[in-house]
Every structure is written in C-alpha cells, then in structure tokens.
C-alpha cells in the first residue's frame, strides 16, 4: 500500500559526496520508519539508516560520521546525504518505508546503483 520512488543514484569519484533521495505515496498515515539499506556486489543487503517520523535517526556503524538522514513529513520524503564515500560504499540502495505499529518488512523501492570508484 506505499509506492516508493528513489532518485539520486550515479558515479562518484572516493571522498566525494552524494545525495539520494526517495518519495513515499499511498497509505502512509501511520508512524513510521523511512530508511536505506544497500546490497554491495557479492554481498547481502544491509541496514544503512533510518529515520522515525519524530526524527530519531539509527545508523550503521560503517556510515557513522559520513552519512546524514533526514525527512520531510509534509512531502513524505526521506534524504540520505553520503560524504567522504568509500569504494565499499559502492551498492544498489534501497529505500524502505516500514510502520511502527505493523512492524515487518515493510515496502520496498527498486533500488538506484551508487558506484564509488577513480
């Protein structure tokens, strides 16, 4: 019952900065929690950061210090700003929309590919 559209995905040189972004539609009243996971080349997908609709931020400890989350709750958008990006870095992101209530999986964008190489 949410669609989400992610945008911001592309080639960037190691120390460089990104932004992806990502737009949530339909049934979205609920408390919530926007995020990103990303699956690197012959790796599982992995929790990158979330945001609660009160703000509260996690993240993992791979992007402590160099990736910031934030969202906007009147356009039902969520940011995640990348600096001093790594070749590891280098994945398919997601975008994730999953309620507080209901908990679960939650939704799923299709992903946007972040390469991270000279």
């Known amino acids: 019952q949410v669609q989400l559209v992610e945008s911001g995905g592309g080639l960037m040189q190691p120390g460089g900065s990104l932004r992806l972004s990502c737009v949530a539609s339909g049934s979205i009243f609920d408390r919530n929690f926007m995020g990103w996971y990303r699956r690197a080349p012959g790796k599982e997908r992995e929790f990158v950061a979330h945001?609660?609709?009160?703000?509260?931020?996690t993240y993992a400890d791979s992007v402590k210090g160099r990736f910031t989350i934030s969202r906007d709750n009147a356009k039902n958008t969520v940011d995640l700003q990348m600096n001093s990006l790594k070749p590891e870095d280098t994945a398919v992101y997601y975008c994730n929309w999953r309620s507080v209530v209901v908990g679960g999986e939650g939704y799923w964008g299709k992903g946007t590919l972040i390469t991270v190489a000279s």
């Open positions: 945001i609660r609709t009160d703000g509260i931020t």
